[in-house]
């Protein structure tokens, strides 16, 4: 037990002892996660919109229905309009200034009454990617909805733009207007107006809600736990290195030549990862936990998550270092299989924001499947027993890579 | 204390280690005498249980290292020729880790390390660390972890390899005090000074092999009154041969185109007939040394070959 306490003790002393490591591996984090936050907008930011240009050169009542319907506010929370003239608009994409330019060109109302071919022009702005791609999809779905209202509604619709025509000319009278409204009324416009109260009553109901004491997961709640995963493969990488000092010392040699247990010695290194990389991760938890104000109840429970995560990532960084032939060479492979771990772990990118087959891969990574766990339970969409599958491959894990590593530091790793 | 018995290590097809026995008792400091690669540190290796020995035995404190190692260990305390102390840790938090390597604890630990710190002389820099150290201070902190837990046998591999003599000169009285509490010391260097003032029996290692052991009277009397002496030029060998054979008490120990080695008593008065009957040959003489006899010159003896080559 002594020489456990004095193992560990030792291990604690020495990681103290690296303030610059400690800056890195708590510093190169929060500085990712907050220039992420930055760009994506950050907690609090602005959702960003659809800055979307109107070009209107039909000027008829329905292409005039159409710009006021996307102008109303149920589009505001998503749109931005601004109508424009079609040159205009132009020059407003090649300036970067907005995401697309609609185009309702002339005669627009006139071949759709006719159920005649129409289209829209849509021009995207090919320097964003995401906003243009979301106005491309509401095109299409008013496309869309177009087609449906011509196909059930052609003569209607037909005999209202007539009207609606003949108001603006001015070549009917009011009786012959009245007669004429009267008779959409009585006649085929009675199934469009059987339909509107079905339409607002539908039976189908669409409810929105997120799970019972869920968050709603912002870009930068989602991004927090791989940030901290970010710091725990850090501070991995970094204690699996010191097998390399240790080493170069001699100090590993020299114990082999005592009496000291090999197994107390490693489960004291072991538990000197586990408080370190807690220790490393507390500051970065507080702060994320703070600014998003997630439950501080839920802390301990994620620092101690997280310094589990650091022994099964530092038990894997372990075995590349006593693999490796020399200090540099453990360095470069640690980054070679670290770094990819990273990108597709969730610790760059989270998983909500990557293809799906990158997704499935990401989540079966050492650092994904210890993730997702964690970001179910900080989102409020998993419990306790979420972590159970995790940790208990990680405990398996853990202790089959340390039993390795001990092995090849009794072999071969200290004896050279 | 030690027992050692036909020791062998090979590597491959390579053998460092071939055949050596010796035996130590308490309170004796036993050296292994031998140039860079003799197979001294190997043999040390092999003693401390770091490499498994290919063949043969060693017993520390009647305990084998190969079937007991914990029991044998138990009992060793080793000081490596390399430094073999955590850079990063005070003084006196390497004390406390080797100490509790070695199995002390509590008040035990804490007065050995007291101790300790004033056997090394780094009672006022406990709480620094050796990256701060002069290379002497480190040397010294380093043989201070390996007598923490007064070990019965102390195995020292070239302690004093780059250490300035006033550090050395204390390191030696280290060394002593612990064979004066009874500890035995297996001592290797290749500083046949160092050996000659320091050990009480000496081993004289060549190629892995042990060419001679006994005290340093017993090894001096192996060389005899006989004084070496060394002539650097160029000579023939037939015609030295046969100049050397019509001068009575002069013996060729190794002749080289280059080299020519003999042995004689009372070598300054001889020098000048030995000179002239070279020079008879032909032979050209550049250099010559005449040496007292010691262990340099017994190993010269035995070995054809430089004991600093």
């Known amino acids: ?416 | 204390m030690i027992d050692v018995r036909n020791l062998r290590k090979q590597f491959g097809s390579f053998t460092a280690v071939d055949d050596i026995s010796f035996t130590m008792r308490p309170g004796e400091i036993f050296g292994l005498l031998g140039p860079n690669g003799a197979g001294k540190s190997t043999t040390i290796n092999c003693v401390s249980g770091l490499i498994a020995p290919s063949g043969g035995i060693v017993e520390i404190g009647g305990h084998d290292i190969v079937r007991e190692p914990k029991e044998a260990k138990s009992k060793l305390g080793i000081v490596p020729q390399e430094l073999a102390i955590y850079e990063d840790l005070s003084a006196i938090h390497n004390l406390r880790f080797w100490g509790a390597a070695y199995g002390l604890k509590g008040e035990t630990l804490a007065s050995r390390v007291t101790e300790v710190l004033e056997v090394i002389g780094l009672v006022d820099r406990a709480g620094d660390k050796p990256k701060d150290f002069s290379g002497g201070m480190k040397r010294r902190l380093n043989f201070g972890c390996g007598i923490v837990h007064e070990p019965d046998v102390l195995l020292l591999d070239e302690p004093t390899v780059g250490v300035d003599p006033q550090s050395r000169e204390r390191l030696h009285d280290m060394v002593r005090a612990e064979t004066a509490r009874g500890a035995s010391v297996l001592y290797t260097t290749h500083h046949m000074e160092e050996a000659e003032m320091l050990c009480d029996r000496i081993a004289i290692m060549d190629q892995g092999r042990k060419i001679a052991e006994g005290t340093l009277e017993e090894l001096r009397a192996q060389v005899g009154e006989q004084d070496v002496i060394t002539l650097s030029g160029a000579f023939d060998a037939e015609p030295v041969e046969t100049a050397f054979a019509n001068l009575q008490g002069v013996s060729i120990l190794s002749l080289e185109p280059g080299r020519l080695t003999v042995e004689t008593a009372d070598g300054p008065g001889r020098l000048a007939n030995l000179l002239d009957a070279i020079l008879g040959t032909g032979a050209e003489v550049r250099e010559t040394l005449v040496r007292r006899p010691n262990l340099e010159s017994l190993f010269l003896k035995l070995t054809g070959t430089e004991l600093r080559a």
């Open chain 1, 1 to 416: 037990m002594t020489f456990f306490l004095a193992s560990l003790s030792k291990q604690l002393r020495r990681v103290l002892g690296q303030p610059w490591s400690l800056a890195i591996w708590i510093g190169v984090p929060m500085l990712v996660g907050a220039l992420l936050s930055a760009v994506m907008g950050g907690e609090d930011g602005e959702t960003p919109k659809v800055h979307l240009l109107l070009a209107d050169e039909d000027g008829s009542f329905l292409s005039g229905a159409l710009i006021e319907t996307l102008s109303s506010e149920d589009f505001g929370q998503l749109l931005i309009i601004e109508r424009v003239a079609g040159d205009e608009g132009m020059a407003k994409l090649d300036a970067d200034e907005a995401s697309a330019l609609l185009v309702v060109p002339e005669g627009f109302q006139s071949a759709f009454l006719a159920s005649e071919a129409q289209a829209l022009t849509l021009v995207t702005n090919p320097l964003q990617s995401i906003l243009p791609a979301m106005a491309e999809e509401l095109a299409r779905t008013l496309a869309e909805f177009g087609s449906y209202a011509q196909l059930a509604f052609g003569p209607e619709l037909r005999r209202i733009g007539e009207v609606s025509d003949a108001i603006r000319d001015e070549t009917m009278t009011s009786d012959e207007i009245a007669q004429a409204i009267g008779a959409l009324a009585e006649g085929g416009t009675g199934k469009l107006m059987r339909a509107v109260p079905k339409l607002s009553g539908a039976p189908v109901e669409i409810d929105v809600r997120t799970t019972e004491g869920a968050l709603e997961a912002s870009f930068i709640l989602l991004f927090f736990p791989g940030l901290l995963m970010m710091s725990v493969i850090f501070a991995a990488q970094g204690l699996a290195e010191d097998l390399w000092a240790e080493r170069d010392m001699g100090t590993l040699r020299r114990l082999k030549t005592t009496a000291a247990s090999s197994a107390a010695g490693f489960a004291a290194r072991i538990a000197g990862m586990a408080l370190a990389t807690a220790a490393v991760v507390l500051p970065l938890t507080t702060i994320g936990f703070t600014l998003l104000e997630l439950p501080y109840a839920k802390l301990p429970m994620t620092i101690v998550w997280l310094a589990l995560a650091g022994l099964l990532l530092a038990a894997l960084a372990s075995v590349i270092q006593v693999l490796a032939p020399s200090r540099k060479a453990g360095a470069l492979f640690s980054m070679l299989v670290f770094f990819p771990l990273m990108l597709v772990g969730g610790s760059f990118f989270p998983f909500e924001s990557m293809p799906d087959f990158l997704t499935v891969f990401g989540r079966l990574t050492p650092n994904g499947m210890m993730l997702e766990p964690l970001k179910r339970f900080l989102i409020g969409t998993g419990d306790l027993a979420g972590f159970v599958p995790a940790l208990s491959i990680a405990l398996i894990a853990t202790a089959v890579l340390t039993a390795f590593t001990i092995w090849r530091v009794e072999t071969r790793f200290a004896a050279r």
